[in-house]
């Protein structure tokens, strides 16, 4: 079963433009990644955030993470033509459990 | 190597017939993930590998599939009589030491079974 939940399931803007995704997962967790994922082929890992953290940056992304809700937004700004892909949130646990769990993603596409 | 390889990248099978995927993680990433996507879907998690040992099973969605990983390095999936429900693409994973929860991805194996 899938531990997150993206949202929106799709995403359509200008570039230059900021987009935001959401995740939302169910148990508690001891990190919350997010990949890229460009023509439904390989994940690149883009960014982690540990479950004491509440915001993280890296370059043109911003990760926040609300524990008390569960919840966890990306945002990228300035987009650009090549961020045009699928957006995944992953949940690790590491409580003896090595297996990072995958929401269903978002698609965003950048319009040039 | 340099990443995470797959092999075959396409494979088109017949209902019925078995089939092999490879996987060559990164060189001393002792751990190994297999996930399967569907089209348009998110990741389905079906095994991991700590070293040579699989401690999580849960995820392999039936006897048909079967999993194994020798010397802590290569590791192959088979999928016996596959079934169209089985079209998907199926991707690997490798992380370097165990708790290490970054994983690096290879570019998948598209399974297509007529």
């Known amino acids: 079963s899938q531990q997150g939940e993206e949202d929106p399931q799709a995403l359509s803007i200008q570039e230059g433009e900021n987009a935001t995704m959401n995740c939302s997962y169910k148990?508690?967790?001891?990190?919350l990644q997010w990949y890229r994922q460009n023509s439904g082929r390989g994940l690149v890992h883009l960014i982690l955030?540990?479950?004491?953290?509440r915001e993280k940056h890296s370059g043109r992304l911003r990760v926040t993470l609300d524990t008390s809700k569960k919840s966890s937004s990306l945002l990228i700004t300035a987009s650009r033509a090549a961020d045009t892909a699928s957006y995944f949130c992953?949940?690790?646990?590491?409580?003896?459990?090595?297996?990072?769990?995958f929401g269903t993603g978002t698609r965003l596409t950048i319009i040039p | 190597g340099a990443g995470v390889s797959q092999s075959p990248s396409n494979k088109v099978t017949e209902k019925g017939k078995d089939v092999e995927l490879r996987c060559d993680p990164i060189?001393?990433?002792?751990?190994l993930y297999w996930y399967r996507q569907r089209l348009g879907q998110g990741l389905e998690f079906l095994i991991y590998f700590q070293g040579n040992s699989a401690p999580d099973k849960s995820g392999l969605p039936s006897d048909r599939f079967s999993a194994e990983r020798t010397g802590e390095s290569v590791s192959t999936l088979t999928i016996q009589r596959t079934q169209q429900e089985d079209s998907a693409v199926y991707l690997c994973?490798?992380?370097?030491?165990?708790?290490?929860?970054?994983?690096?991805f290879g570019a998948g194996s598209r399974l297509t079974v007529l």
């Open positions: 955030i540990r479950s004491n953290e």
């Open positions: 060189s001393g990433h002792t751990a």
């Open positions: 994973a490798s992380s370097l030491v165990f708790g290490a929860n970054v994983l690096t």
């Open positions: 992953a949940t690790g646990t590491n409580f003896g459990n090595e297996k990072l769990t």
């Open positions: 148990t508690s967790i001891n990190n």
